[in-house]
Each structure stands twice: as structure tokens, then as C-alpha cells.
């Protein structure tokens, strides 16, 4: 079995890479060590996972004939895609990234798949896809039709771009929708990193719509384990399956999405108190309203998700937490 893993220096693929070389897999990684953020936090994790099953090829998604040749040459089993042009905030300063990333390279990855018959491909879709929906927990059957940042139109465009593959050439595709992951080896730009940086700098934090936000943090040991057990649920065709009775979620076509999260949305002041009290450091914070593209609340319904994987999150927050604030304690000597 022979696996590609896009965005393979990423945080959550250099995991999946190190959770399948420990199975005994082969796996080949690519990512384009792009400066989004610090690159040496890249090659760290690259270094991490260094294995005798493991192969890096540094490679943008987005270069459709090195993509074209990597797909022949190498005849892959599976495909889990995670290479992405992430970030809310990023979206609004540099949408071309947006469209380079996750459009033109998810559908590189498509004619990829597609051309050499890959059995199952799992890509990485997002929470922000859910947009202004305000029901909650949300849900897979629910529309996500109204998304409220460029990055979330992306994923979403990922999931109607998959769908069509699978109608039109039979590849078995499997979106995930990713609910806010955190835990070591993180991206710096997101909350539980840029609090812990600030908080052990002395540096005020930024407190989003005055505190009042919740987010189903979800560590990435559990995002992991769901990742690599969906890669072996390969959806397939459906016949009865209809537009009006169906879920959006399935497909008379091999097609599937599901949220991949904790299930227990967290206050943000909450989580900022369990990181004050795993440093021993109150953080100086600065409240401000609600800023373009976010959102007050996710909340992933699993139900799904746990049906065909057995999928249940076990890292609480206070766990989660204090794993993260050991490794950047260690990794930045703090």
C-alpha cells in the first residue's frame, strides 16, 4: 500500500505521515515549504519524521505537470490531501494565494487521482465552511451555502470539485471538515500558539468579539486517529440515493463529507484561563469587537463520523493544553 500526503511539513500531515509509517505503510510526502509561516518550524517537523518508508519531495500542488509526473511515476493507492493555503485572516490580504493553493492544486490533485486510479482520496476540508450558520451542532446535512471568508469558499469549492470527479469518473473521494486543531508541532499563526507565544512575552493578547466565542478545539492526536481510519472507509456508489431526499453529505456517486472535531465547543475566555494556569502567567488582554471572517461559534456534530469509524475524541482540553505549552516550552526554550 502506498500512500501521498500533500502539505507533508504541515502540522496536521506531518502527523498523519508519522501515524502511517508507524503502521508499516509507504508513504510519499510533498509540500512547497512555502514562508506563510516560520519555515525552520517546517523542516523541524520534517526531521521528525524522517523514516525508511517515508520519501519528502519538495513540490507545489499547484505545478500541474510536476503533479502529473508524480502521479504516474509513483502509482498511488491512496491520496490524503492536506496541502492548503490556510488561514481566515490571510484570505482578506492575499486572495491569489487562495486560488493558486487550494483551487488549481485540489484540482491537480483531481486529474491526478483520476488518472491513475487512485482508490480513495481523503482531502482536508474546513469548519468555516458552515459560514453564518448559526443551528448548532453543525451538521453535515445541514447547507453551507454562505460562507463568510474567501478561505471558506475555497474548501467548500473543494468539496463541489470532488463531487463532480466522483460522478463523472467513479473516484472514491472523502472530504473532511476540520474543527479548530491545536497541539504540538501547531501552526503559529493560530489562537493556542499566538496566546501561549504572547502570554510568555509579556505581550497582550487579542480578545475577539469581547470574549464571547466558542470553538470545538479538537488536539491533533484525535484528528489523527480519524484521519487514517476514514482513509480505509472507501465510499461508493449509491443508486437510491436522491438530491431531494438525501443527505448533501452522500452521493448516488462515491462521495462523502464528514466533520472531523471534539463535539464540546469551548468558551474562549476558558481557554485562555487553562493556558494562564499551565504557564502560571495571567495574560494581558485587549478585548476588541468581532473581526472580518470570523465566526461566534463551532460545534461539530461527529454522529457521522463515529458511525463508520468509531471515531471518538478522547484529549480534553486541559490535556490538550498542557501537552502543547510542554512542547513549545521545549521547543523555543522557554
Not at 490531501?81 to 481566515?88: D, F, M, P, S
Not at 488518472?115 to 480513495?120: A, D, E, L, N, S
Not at 451538521?139 to 471558506?152: G, K
Request: net charge negative; aromatic share 12%; hydrophobic share 40%.
Amino acid at each position: 500500500m502506498k500512500y501521498l500526503v500533500t502539505g507533508a511539513a504541515g502540522f496536521i500531515g506531518s502527523a498523519v505521515v508519522e501515524k502511517l509509517t508507524a503502521s508499516g505503510v509507504e508513504v510519499v510526502g510533498i509540500d512547497n515549504i512555502n514562508d506563510y509561516y516560520d519555515v525552520n518550524l517546517k523542516h523541524a517537523r520534517l526531521a521528525r519524521i524522517e523514516h525508511d518508508s517515508f520519501r519528502f519531495i519538495e513540490m507545489d500542488i499547484a505545478d500541474s505537470a510536476a503533479m502529473d509526473k508524480l502521479f504516474k511515476d509513483e502509482n498511488f493507492d491512496k491520496v490524503i490531501h492536506l496541502a492548503a493555503q490556510a488561514g481566515v485572516r490571510y484570505s482578506l490580504e492575499n486572495p491569489h494565494a487562495y486560488a493558486d493553493a487550494n483551487l488549481v492544486g485540489h484540482l491537480n490533485v483531481l486529474e491526478g487521482c483520476r488518472h491513475t486510479k487512485v482508490k480513495h482520496l481523503v482531502y482536508a476540508s474546513s469548519s468555516s465552511v458552515y459560514g453564518l450558520n448559526a443551528k448548532t451542532p453543525f451538521s453535515t446535512r445541514d447547507s453551507v451555502d454562505h460562507p463568510v471568508s474567501l478561505y471558506a469558499a475555497t474548501k467548500k469549492s473543494n468539496e463541489l470539485m470532488a463531487h463532480s470527479y466522483s460522478h463523472l469518473y467513479d473516484i472514491p473521494t472523502t472530504g473532511l471538515r476540520f474543527f479548530t486543531v491545536y497541539g504540538s508541532w501547531g501552526r503559529p499563526d493560530m489562537a493556542p500558539f499566538i496566546f501561549t507565544k504572547k502570554i510568555l512575552d509579556g505581550e497582550p493578547i487579542q480578545i475577539n468579539n469581547n470574549g464571547d466565542m466558542w470553538r470545538d478545539f479538537t488536539h491533533v492526536t484525535d484528528i489523527i486517529e480519524g484521519v487514517v481510519r476514514i482513509a480505509d472507509v472507501i465510499p461508493h456508489r449509491d443508486n437510491d440515493w436522491t438530491v431531494e431526499s438525501g443527505s448533501p453529505a452522500t452521493s448516488s456517486a462515491p462521495y462523502s463529507v464528514y466533520n472531523i472535531g471534539h463535539g464540546s465547543p469551548i468558551n474562549l475566555m476558558e481557554f485562555v484561563k487553562t493556558i494562564e494556569l499551565e504557564l502560571g502567567i495571567e495574560a494581558k488582554k485587549n478585548f476588541r469587537p468581532m473581526q472580518p471572517g470570523d465566526v461566534y461559534q463551532t460545534y461539530a456534530d461527529v454522529e457521522d463520523l463515529f458511525e463508520v469509524t468509531g471515531y471518538m475524541p478522547k484529549v480534553s482540553v486541559k490535556e490538550g493544553v498542557a501537552e502543547f505549552v510542554k512542547w513549545y516550552c521545549k521547543f523555543y526554550n522557554k
